[in-house]
């Protein structure tokens, strides 16, 4: 007789986990929408705040801050091997949007290539829009 295994479930989110990946999310959509914008102190906020979070993620071992606040606020610790997200967030969500089984140098490329389009972007938007080489 071969009994079926039990089939493990993910956890379920709580209103927190929700609001931490609305936050995730939003912070996404601005820094690939962010470039757009016709002001220019927001574009500078833009065009220093990619390079700040890529300078984190790179020191801070791939997490970002928001899944350490996470893991700070349930476990008291600014690191947890019980938050599975983190360190893992962009991963998880290729592979539960997409379907996307990255490994986590093709997420590293992926994610530091991209900010820096979106950052030079930024750039050209505002040097030949709002800037200095603008015709206004």
Same mark, same amino acid.
């Given at each position: 007789?071969?009994?079926?295994?039990?089939?493990?479930?993910?956890?379920?989110?709580?209103?927190f986990a929700w609001v931490c990946m609305a936050v995730h999310i939003g912070?996404?959509?601005?820094?690939?929408?962010?470039?757009?914008?016709?002001?220019?102190?927001?574009?500078?906020?833009?065009?220093?705040?990619?390079?700040?979070?890529?300078?984190?993620?790179?020191?801070?071992?791939?997490?970002?801050?928001?899944?350490?606040?996470?893991?700070w606020v349930r476990t008291g610790t600014w690191r947890s091997q019980a938050?599975?997200?983190?360190?893992?967030?962009?991963?998880?969500?290729?592979?539960?949007?997409? !379907?996307?089984?990255?490994?986590?140098?093709?997420?590293?490329?992926?994610?530091?290539?991209?900010?820096?389009?979106?950052?030079?972007?930024?750039?050209?938007?505002?040097?030949?829009?709002? !800037?200095?080489?603008s015709r206004s």
């Open positions: 007789m071969s009994a079926n295994p039990p089939t493990a479930q993910p956890a379920r989110r709580d209103f912070v996404m959509v601005f820094v690939v929408l962010g470039w757009l914008t016709p002001y220019t102190p927001v574009l500078i906020f833009y065009a220093l705040l990619l390079p700040a979070m890529a300078a984190q993620w790179r020191f801070n071992k791939g997490s970002c801050v928001l899944n350490n606040f996470e893991s938050n599975p997200e983190e360190g893992q967030w962009l991963k998880m969500l290729a592979a539960d949007a997409l !379907g996307l089984k990255l490994t986590d140098g093709q997420v590293s490329l992926i994610t530091y290539g991209l900010m820096l389009i979106f950052w030079l972007l930024a750039a050209g938007h505002w040097l030949f829009w709002y !800037g200095p080489l």
